[in-house]
């Protein structure tokens, strides 16, 4: 269950907070403590609010950032654009959104790269691209859902960890280092859609993290 379909407002602003706690005690109890005493709000409540400790506050804000990406997607009207302008467009505003914040989402994708976080890491990866994908307009039903959004997952992965070291500023050399690598995924997909247009397109179970069932229509 993605936590933002459980969050309480209040909660939410306890996240917000923390992010601003983090670069200084790290995904911690004690920077819940302080967020929540930010918040007007006991900081007892740190006991019980995350109970997953770390891994449980991270995910909270990773779904967060996918909503805010979402809104500011949805906010900057990008129905012109065609798809590849699209995606380039939402990571562009998600590293923005998320830019006084880089430090909190290095600590976190530290903890993330844990073996034991492996699993959770996949499933906000998942998450986050897919909605990347639907903030694009993006509603296939078919083999391409799975397609677009394992390439989108590398693709993203790799320009997230470049901005974590990007000190450009305005995130410029992250966005160059993005359109390099949109412009191999373009490569590649033009040998791929000459080569799946010769194979079989096998059935597919749904993935449990997709909000909504695609529909040919759509």
């Known amino acids: 269950m993605n936590p933002c379909d459980t969050m309480m407002p209040e909660d939410e602003a306890v996240i917000r907070a923390l992010l601003d ?111 990347i994908w639907y903030a694009a307009g993006d509603r296939s039903a078919d083999f391409a859902w799975y397609t677009k959004r394992a390439i989108l997952a590398g693709v993203y992965t790799s320009t997230l960890l470049y901005w974590l070291r990007d000190m450009s500023g305005d995130d410029a050399d992250s966005i160059a280092f993005l359109d390099r690598r949109l412009a191999d995924v373009a490569r590649i997909g033009k040998a791929r859609k000459s080569m799946s247009e010769r194979l079989p397109r096998p059935r597919l179970p749904r993935p449990f993290f997709m909000r909504k069932a695609p529909s040919p229509s759509a």
């Not at 995606?87 to 830019?99: D, G, K, P, T, Y």
């Open 21 to 131: 706690e983090v670069p200084f005690a790290g995904w911690t109890t004690a920077s819940l403590r302080r967020a929540l005493t930010a918040c007007g709000r006991d900081p007892e409540d740190a006991l019980f609010l995350f109970p997953g400790g770390a891994p449980e506050m991270i995910e909270a804000w990773a779904c967060l950032a996918d909503r805010d990406m979402e809104a500011g997607a949805k906010a900057a009207d990008l129905a012109a654009y065609r798809t590849p302008a699209r995606v380039r467009a939402i990571i562009s505003l998600r590293f923005e959104q998320n830019r006084p914040h880089r430090e909190a989402i290095g600590r976190a994708i530290a903890i993330l790269a844990l073996p034991r976080n492996a699993r959770l890491a996949a499933t906000i990866t998942a998450r986050t691209v897919d909605s």
